[in-house]
């Protein structure tokens, strides 16, 4: 159960002690970090504390202090299944095909040809477990426990599929699932599993239904930000973190473990952007620039705010660098952020960051500009025009200023036409990498122009 009447001061006086106080630490006996990934469901880039929100989030803040801070860190889809696919793999979700929204009743998954995080640690001595959402296929052979986790705890889907079935590994342990207590039992098995694996490197990725919809705070949690059901499914996600964090301070492995904090895609019905423009289900900032934290004391410095463009995908080659694993055989589209985690360097290098909403490439990000090339002719969530859903070409492509206009809302490609073509130019010659049916979408998309006004706008296959 929740502690009523949570002391911060006592936890952080716990934790700063545990830590120092440590005289020899799993690092210094050449042992891999500790590894454990914290994932919300819908988290928007507007709501922590620490990114300017009003809801109380004083233990992500207190991460955020000791560690690094990302201000342009971005998911790979704006949808469940694809950004958890990215993330875990490294690569985007078109290479896996995991492009769309997984349903209870599907027979896929993510293939058994790709490698996650977890495969990736387990030949260094990683013990392994995935608590919470999964949503990369709930038939057997794409759950969790085949893919590289010891052991599973929680619903392989989200919190608004039905039958809304509770898994531990394999073995169905509740149905329906009790949704008010859900976020106190995935924290306790973190705990649990954090308690029981202090004797060898372990990485713990849990992965919490908060706060997607529908909003069940708990009994304890109910009425707790002020900010209605939203904000007070928010601070119990805050809760959450701080008993990982005293769980690990307890446990004197504070010192030897890398935490990272961070979101699926952006807000859905509620949840702030922080003024980025568009919401979960686009390809504006919106959708996909989410938080990110890490915390490594003593190898990251506190307080560091990081501005650089990094990913998802970047977490897989970066832990790996950290574990002393190899990586995986596959081509990996994430990159070694360690030297910004460090303040080495501002800025990894990369190649164009790909924006993607299913098989379609929308836009590409260079630095500070974001070259947007086509869009959907209608909003997700919303009923299908007349004609139906298309994915168009933009009449005239849109380069924004993401440094000085993060809200995309000034389109400066008629003042920059050689960097909008510049980014143009490399989007294509990065689309045959890709699996056939990104090169497919393309060609659809770009053989389409547009008759009728905004609200009624139908596609017209002119090639």
Known sequence: MPEEGINKRE?????????????????????PPNVVLIYADDLGYGDLGCYGSR???????????????????????????PSRAALLTGRYPTRSGVTAVLMPDDRFGLPATETTIAQTLKPAGYRTMCVGKWHLGSAAPFLPTNHGFDEYYGVPYSNDMWPLKLLHNTDIIEDPTNLTTLAERYTGQAVNFINRSKSSPFFLYLAHHIPHIPLTPSEHFKGASGLGPYGD??????????????????NRLSGDTLVMFASD??????GSTGRLQGRKGGTFEGGVR???????????????????VSTTMDILPTVARLAGAPLPAHVLD???????????????????????????????????????????????W?????????????????LYDLAADPEESYDTAGDNPQIAARIRSRMEELLPTFPGPVMNAWLTTMSYKVQGGPAGALPVRVA
């Open 11 to 31: 936890f952080l006086s716990t934790a700063t002690g545990a830590l120092w106080g440590a005289k020899l630490t799993a690092q210094a006996q050449g042992r």
């Open 55 to 81: 809801i109380p989030t004083p233990y992500l803040d207190h991460l955020a202090a000791n560690g690094a801070r990302f201000t342009n860190f971005y998911s790979a889809s704006p949808v469940c299944s």
């Open 233 to 250: 499914s928010v601070a119990e996600l805050d809760w959450s973190v701080g008993q990982v964090l005293r769980a690990l301070a307890a």
């Open 265 to 270: 895609n952006g807000p859905w019905f509620q």
């Open 290 to 308: 989410v938080p990110f934290i890490a915390r490594f004391p003593r190898r990251i410095p506190r307080g560091q705010v990081c501005q650089g």
């Open 334 to 380: 994430g990159v070694d952020i360690w030297p910004m985690l460090t303040g080495e360097t501002d800025e990894a290098e990369r190649d164009l960051l790909l924006y993607f909403d299913g098989w379609n490439l929308q836009c590409a990000r260079s630095g500070k500009w974001k070259l947007h090339v086509s869009r959907y002719n209608s909003i997700a």
């Open 382 to 398: 919303t009923p299908d025009p007349p004609g139906g859903r298309y994915n168009l070409p933009l009449p005239n492509p849109e």
